[in-house]
């Protein structure tokens, strides 16, 4: 069986995205038509209350919708196509598992040779499955679900070599010349590897969540909950910085310090604010904090490719790849004391 990834095409000829998917069906099927009827429901809800219907939550059900549509041609069922109680059906409902599970209705290319989905990708599936049946009144066999599974990591040897070129980079310059965007990165490098933020959490962080004095290097860091737990209010933890995080966080906060005076207007209250005009000085959100964060990946990268450096994985890019890396190796240090 081939295992090219299913595309829709177009007028153009372009491949669509999921959430154009079900306009792109030609004749569209009753059962598309209602499907997307339930979906202009969960919209309007989302538009006018996100705590029922959050946007990632949107996004996901759009996302699985699209899928249903680029599944279908492909062949769920003989009768799938004729109702919506026929498409959430049990054999149909596994064959379109099957086609997500074997990377068929990918919309996008991929790097990783492997087009398989990871279980989570699923268990998303079959909850979006869930919650439209809910919504169409239509029973629903919810099949079994895959247990929860991270992304895999890498070599804890990667954040040293990260560290390692930031503090080069950083030595290139005297102190009082070096750029606000090395003593930024230097000071929320040294955040992450005490502490261990996701994205949001470390977007979120305030200058009032640290304590810095001759005896004291603590960040307050409100954990965002997961998985089940999504909704529920945050629970601060105090954690202990290291030195060398506690004098870079002095240092990063004299050139924060510095870079509100080219403000106007209220002083912002985050610890991270943008060094690059023109927003300097504005709080930086999660995409510039990931942005900032696959540069110097890349940088590293490029340098091991250079220096020939053998290496069974490359540099992650992605944030999250590296912190459960990091986690991953404290929880085995924790483990076997």
């Known amino acids: 069986m081939d295992l090219t990834t299913a595309r829709h095409l177009s007028a153009s000829g372009d491949p669509v995205t999921h959430a154009v998917a079900l306009q792109a069906v030609p004749s569209l099927a009753p059962a598309l038509r209602q499907l997307e009827r339930i979906l202009d429901t969960f919209r309007t809800v989302n538009s006018g209350n996100k705590d029922v219907v959050s946007d990632s939550r ?3 059900l759009e996302w699985v919708a699209g899928e249903l549509a680029l599944a279908l041609p492909l062949g769920l069922t003989e009768t799938a196509g004729d109702s919506l109680a026929d498409l959430l059906a049990p054999e ?5 598992l099957l086609y997500g599970r074997g990377g068929y209705l990918r919309t996008a290319p991929i790097v990783a040779t492997d087009p398989t989905s990871y279980d989570t990708s699923e268990r998303i599936r079959i909850f979006c499955l869930e919650r439209i049946a809910e919504q169409a009144r239509i ?3 919810t099949p079994d679900l895959p247990p929860w599974g991270l992304r895999p990591t890498v ?4 954040a040293d070599r990260i560290t390692k070129h930031l503090e080069e980079e950083a030595r290139q310059w005297t102190e009082v010349d070096r750029p606000d965007v090395i003593v930024r990165g230097l000071a929320m ?3 992450m590897r005490d502490a261990l933020p996701r994205l949001g959490e470390l977007e979120s962080m305030l200058v009032d969540n640290l304590v810095l004095t001759a005896t004291t290097r603590t960040i307050t860091l409100y954990r965002q909950p997961q998985g089940g737990h999504r909704g529920k209010t945050p629970e601060p933890e105090i954690i202990d910085l290291s030195i060398d995080t506690g004098h870079r966080l002095v240092d990063w906060l004299d050139r924060r310090n510095r870079l509100i005076l080219r403000l106007h207007g209220g002083v912002p209250r985050q610890l991270w604010l943008s060094c690059w005009h023109p927003n300097t000085g504005v ?3 999660r995409r510039g904090i990931s942005r900032w964060y696959k540069g110097v990946a890349d940088d590293v990268q490029i340098k091991q490719d250079a220096e020939n450096v053998s290496e069974d994985d490359l540099v992650p890019t992605r944030w999250e790849t590296m912190r459960r890396t990091l986690l991953a190796q404290r929880q085995a240090t924790e483990s076997a004391t």
């Open 58 to 60: 949107m996004q996901q």
């Open 92 to 96: 149909a409902v596994h064959a379109y």
């Open 139 to 141: 029973p629903f066999e």
């Open 155 to 158: 070599s804890p040897l990667m």
């Open 189 to 191: 490098w040294g955040v």
């Open 283 to 285: 709080p930086i959100d």
